[in-house]
């Protein structure tokens, strides 16, 4: 594992950089670990209150753990009329959590979040930011197991 | 009329979106090399001649914009909005994917026109994969020697919609909170690190190649006189064809819809149609022969925006599709102002009532109310904007609503 | 300058003015929440919205600037509707207990539903379940009580350009925004210096003193002014006087009579006044006499000192005596203090606590 001050060290010539550098510490922690929350409020010379205002600001960004595959459900209007409701029912049940909760082993995540721009194959998902198209409520286990 | 009229995707699928040589293979680059032979005043002069108005929603005519930049500021900056955040669009992902050159030609012509030498693309965080793509797109300029000393950087967003506003998308990429300022000053006085700075849409900066190259005359002969050009849009909902279309601006909406778009999904009829985005109004089958450039659009009381058309057929539950609406715009705000921050959460309180049968005639006053106080009051556009669905759904399908109460 | 029109009056205003100040020329009152003079503007309470001829919206007075030709109206219909609804919105999450709250008399929310007769909200929703902000801080000073926040962000201004301390800001966003440390912690854990001068800044009852709670409603207290005794700075404060008891510190921001801090102080101004009514102050000197310690007069403490001074001086010479002055003294007097010591008793054994 990389270590954080390294993460945020290679953003550090982007002027304004901050959310650069969360992106990359959750790219490697999927989440924005309490230490390096204030090394990049140090790194970025901002308060520690300003980084943390950053980090809660975004819904993307997280300061608390999560599971190793974060599910994505869209709920914006286009998704919502293709039927993302029994989507994001389907994978609650499947996996045995509500929304905004992780699997007690840590593997899955699941989150609302709103269009990301994928309308031509409503409803969608991304898992990983990786976008999953016409899900379907029969799609779900296929596509959750195919998670290792 | 109703035909597709490819000019930002002429080359779609035909040459790799990353490689500035394929697309100067196809007659790229030479729009910049105009301009660069221009005087700057000149360039801003044609580009204002063209007509070509932003884009992203407002609608500004981009030379005008550009002549608002001080030209004795030591630094300027030239930034791209692709935060694409407006449901049901991805037209801007679209001209990533099939034409990135295009937009980086663009911007560098834009740069040349304000004596610019940075440029910063404000990708959403939703769209990784386009950062690669234009990563790489810049570095191959960059190595064509294309953009000359024009410089390009990505940044990502990280899922807020008010990034798209401008003013918050520059917070964003100094690495703040996505909270609006307050205007004037505008960007083009006092933008990024407080330099000027010229904020426009992905699909205003990727016309201004073939302004250049081919002139401000042709491209003002596109399309509608007062909003000339094509647009692309992006048809969601319950349409047959759920893909996108560039098309001239004096298109109508019907032409759109049941020509391009196949109609409605599985031959049931229509009921109403959503322009812009979920900021849009939602509009009835009797306005369906408006022209969708920006001034026909406002004649109706709705908006082009973004380009998206989100189709309800007569089975859809409007109320409730609202009732979601309402919710993106309470998730959505940024909560630096009071009429938004707490408005958005009211209406969508009172929408999740009247949806669920609990609503009273008086929650459809305090709806009308609020949204009247929000559209005034509110700081930037997203505020503003948030109650027009609501607004134009009780006016025009107010039966709907009596029927839930 | 440029001319305008406000409520019917013609007035002259230079170029850059903004609209609140040409508005409160032409004596129109404006009402302003997240407004502060001393702070980066805002622009985001929207209370001091004003009518414009011509322009669809209401605009911002604090931050739209005047131009020339203006019509403005500073109380038309739609002004007012809006003031009022976001009066109410701010209610509609509001725990409204102006009976017991501190700034009851001082806030401005109760002052503007006064003034625009706002009662009541119809927006606070089906389950009257709004956030709960309330912030429990063991801290012995401020007390948070986000329920009672409007999300100005005075405090989050004051504290970084004022004190510099940058200990807060807003996190989370939209209805779910509030003011917090990093982690949402408390004030302890944070750069915090308990200067309160968010609490000088706050217009409600969101953040108030701890020391003062309970003792006297602003209404109830005599404001006199002095100069704080803590250090030589020389700040200028209000001591809140009920019942001939000090009952609470503020500060008054008018350069004209807080010409040294204007309003700004430390934790020890605005928080450590307990003393002065405390039964442990001393209030004559006392003398010790067998181990036991007696009051005595200022005359006999003073010649009674002096006569020592004088005999250790006669016994062992003047480097025998040294004098340790304080900060809480002004600088006139620790010139003094060092005059004492060098001309009349004739050492230079002279130090001062601020230099350790
Ligand atoms: C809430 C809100 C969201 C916006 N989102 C976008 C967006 O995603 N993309 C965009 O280009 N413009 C967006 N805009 C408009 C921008 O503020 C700005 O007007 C635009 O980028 C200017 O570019 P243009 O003149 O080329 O259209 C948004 C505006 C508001 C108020
Ligand atoms: S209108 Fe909404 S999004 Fe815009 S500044 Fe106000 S709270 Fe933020
Ligand atoms: S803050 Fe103001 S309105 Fe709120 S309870 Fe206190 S006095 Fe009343
Ligand atoms: S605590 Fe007071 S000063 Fe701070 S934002 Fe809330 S109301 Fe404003
Ligand atoms: S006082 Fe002007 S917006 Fe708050």
Known sequence: MANYKDIINSCREKRGGIIEAFHALQAEYNYIPQDALVEAARVFGVSEAQAYGVATFYSYLSVENRGKYIIRMCESAPCHVAGADAVIRAIENYLD???????????????????????????????????????????????????? | MAEELRVLLQYADQINPESADDYVKVGGYKGLEKARSMDRKALIDEVKKSGLRGRGGAGFNAGMKWSFVPQDAPIKYVVCNLDEGEPGTYKDRIICEKNAQALLEGMAICGTAISSKQGYIYCRGEYPFVVELLKNAIKSAKASGALGDFDIEVRMGAGAYVCGEETALIESIEGHRGEPRFKPPFPGVEGLWAAPTVVNNVETFACLPNILANGAEWFAGIGATR?????????????????????????TLRDVIFTLGGGVKNGKKFKAVQVGGTSGAFIPEQNLDTQIDFDSMGSIGAALGSGAVFVLDETRDIVDVVTRISKFFEHESCGKCNPCREGTFRLREIMEKVNAGRGTTQDMDNLLLLSKVMQKAALCGLGQAAPIPIESTIKHFRYEYLRKI | MISLTIDGREIQVPRGTTLLTACRQAGADIPTLCYDPDLRLAGSCRMCVVEVKGRRNLVAGCVTPAENNMVVETESP??????????????ARHKLTCHTCESDGSCKLQDYCYRYGVTDSRFTGEFHDGPHFSKEDANPFIKRDYDKCIMCTRCVRACEEITGAQAINVMNRGHHAKIATIFDGNLEDSPCVFCGQCIMVCPVGALTSKVAA???????TEKVLTTCTYCGTGCTLELNVKDDKVVGVTSVRDENWSPVNRGALCVKGRFGWDFINSSDRLTTPLIRENGELRPASWDEALDFTAAKIKEIKGEHGPDSLAMFSSARVTNEENYLAQKLMRAAIGTNNVDHCARL
């Open chain 1, 97 to 148: 959590i509500k929304v905004g909760e992780t699997t007690a082993d840590g593997k899955f995540t699941i989150e609302l979040c709103e269009c990301i721009g994928q309308c031509q194959a409503t409803p969608v998902i991304t898992i990983n930011s990786q976008p999953v198209f016409n899900v379907t409520p029969e799609k779900v286990p296929e596509i959750l197991d195919a998670c290792k």
């Open chain 2, 227 to 251: 909003y000339p050009g094509t647009k692309i849009v992006t048809l969601t909902g319950d349409i047959e064809n759920a893909t996108y279309f560039e098309v001239p601006t004096n298109v």
């Open chain 3, 78 to 91: 739609d002004v007012v509707e809006s003031r009022k609804i976001i009066l109410e919105l701010l209610l």
């Open chain 3, 214 to 220: 309970g003792k006297g409603k602003s209404y109830q």
